[in-house]
Every structure is written in C-alpha cells, then in structure tokens.
C-alpha cells in the first residue's frame, strides 16, 4: 500500500484532525512566522524582565506561540471522545 494511499484512508477516517494537521504540520511557505516569533521575543525581553535567563525566555514564547494550538487539539478531542 503506498503512502498515499494510506494518508487517504487517515483524512477520510479522522477529518476534523487532518484538517488541524494541514493548517499546523504544514512548512511554512514564507518567513512571516520567523519575524512573529523575533517580535515576540522583542516583548518578552524588557527593561522590567533584563535577567531573564534564556532558557526561561524560550519556554514563554513555546507556550504563547503553541496554545492556540493547544486549545484546538483540547476541542477536537472533546468532539471525538466528548467531555
């Protein structure tokens, strides 16, 4: 059975989660994304947070970047199994 065959047989299976798949998992065609996250690093950095260490820096953009993602996965799995 080919790939395709088998990516078919998934988006028919569980549509609402290929859909996520395709919107998230997907390259990215451009770099708008790349200058969000050095914007947002922009405001996570201020003269209010100058010791922040790095590492704690890079986990609060993670989590802004990600729970929209977060959220919509939290959704679609209390549509497939409710709750």
Same mark, same amino acid.
């Given at each position: %059975? /080919?790939?395709?065959?088998?990516? =078919?047989?998934? %988006? /028919?299976? @569980?549509?609402?989660?290929?859909? $996520? +798949?395709?919107?998230? $998992?997907?390259?990215?065609? *451009? /770099? $708008?994304?790349?200058?969000?996250? @050095?914007?947002? /690093? =922009?405001? $996570? @950095? *201020? ?7 790095? &590492?704690? +820096? &890079? %986990?609060?953009? @993670? ?6 993602? *977060?959220? *919509? ?8 199994? =409710? =709750?």
């Amino acid at each position: %059975m /080919s790939s395709g065959v088998v990516h =078919g047989e998934r %988006m /028919s299976r @569980f549509p609402a989660l290929a859909g $996520v +798949a395709r919107r998230y $998992v997907g390259a990215p065609c *451009t /770099s $708008v994304e790349s200058e969000r996250l @050095f914007s947002s /690093s =922009g405001h $996570v @950095f *201020t003269d209010q947070r100058n010791r922040l260490a790095a &590492e704690r +820096a &890079e %986990m609060i953009i @993670f989590v802004k970047h990600n729970q929209p993602i *977060t959220l *919509t996965i939290e959704n679609i799995l209390k549509q497939i199994f =409710g =709750g």
